[in-house]
């Protein structure tokens, strides 16, 4: 959420959390004078919070005595996934989606006013990113699903939240002028598809269409630029096929754009 630097932080629980952190980046475990030295704590400091993080299963001491993360984080991460409240029945569409395009089919929504992936289903015929994982929340602005998204926030909001996560040049075609991104995003809300070519990763497109009007998210899907301008529109027509699935029962919604709906169901 954006917001600015509270005044009553407790700081034992922010020292906590930057040892998870620096902890997390370390696959290979730290020990007690690694931590304190990357967290710039006084060593006692340290151990009694290591100790203390290690008793709660937050981290696990190794036989050699570095420190890695404890399986309580991996239940903290189903927590998180499970309060995002995605609708019942989204796994079922991503997979139907994956089944008949053969695509990597991603949902999203805005989590804490940040755009989250929330769930996915990885199709045979789509490169494999695996930065791409559920709770994914960076490069709003390069993906089709974070623009889809983002194109629901008033423009000020907007603005406040790119400033805050900046426009890191993923690729070449990575958009990292503020005006020309906001102007792709009203361009594409008005035909009510959004795309990607090489923004995100190199030889990797996608497009995303909203669901419920934006309320609930978006989905969206994933190809290689070799398959990409034979098949996009096929994949963009399934996208809109299934968000009026989502939408309403019997069809596709009104909200969403004559230009979609007029797409040819993909074979």
Not at 193 to 209: D, G, K
Not at 243 to 257: H, K, T
Request: glycine letters at 8%; a neutral charge; one cysteine or more.
């Amino acid at each position: 959420m954006l917001s600015g630097r509270p005044t009553d932080l407790i700081q034992s629980v922010s020292r906590a959390l930057r040892i998870l952190e620096e902890v997390g980046d370390s696959p290979e475990g730290l020990n007690a004078k690694q931590i304190a030295h990357r967290c710039d704590i006084a060593l006692p400091t340290t151990y009694h919070l290591v100790r203390t993080l290690a008793y709660e299963g937050y981290l696990i001491r190794r036989s050699n005595g570095q420190y890695g993360l404890g399986m309580e984080i991996a239940s903290r991460f189903r927590d998180l996934v499970a309060s995002m409240q995605r609708p019942p029945q989204i796994h079922e569409v991503l997979r139907q989606l994956a089944e008949v395009t053969g695509h990597t089919a991603y949902f999203a929504q805005l989590v804490d006013g940040r755009v989250v992936l929330t769930d996915l289903v990885e199709g045979p015929h789509s490169p494999h990113l695996e930065d791409l994982v559920v709770g994914f929340d960076e490069g709003a602005h390069a993906t089709a699903l974070g623009k889809a998204l983002l194109s629901t926030i008033p423009v000020t909001q907007r603005r406040a939240l790119l400033n805050e996560q900046g426009l890191r040049p993923f690729t070449s075609n990575t958009i990292t002028d503020t005006d020309r991104l906001h102007h792709e995003i009203a361009v594409s809300a008005r035909a009510g598809v959004f795309t990607e070519e090489e923004q995100y990763r190199p030889e990797v497109c996608c497009a995303a269409v909203l669901i419920d009007q934006g309320r609930q998210g978006a989905i969206g899907l994933s190809s290689g630029v070799g398959r990409w301008p034979r098949l996009s529109r096929a994949l963009v027509a399934q996208l809109a096929s299934r968000a009026g699935d989502l939408a309403e029962p019997d069809g596709l919604s009104a909200g969403y754009s004559p230009a979609i709906r007029g797409v040819k169901r993909a074979r």
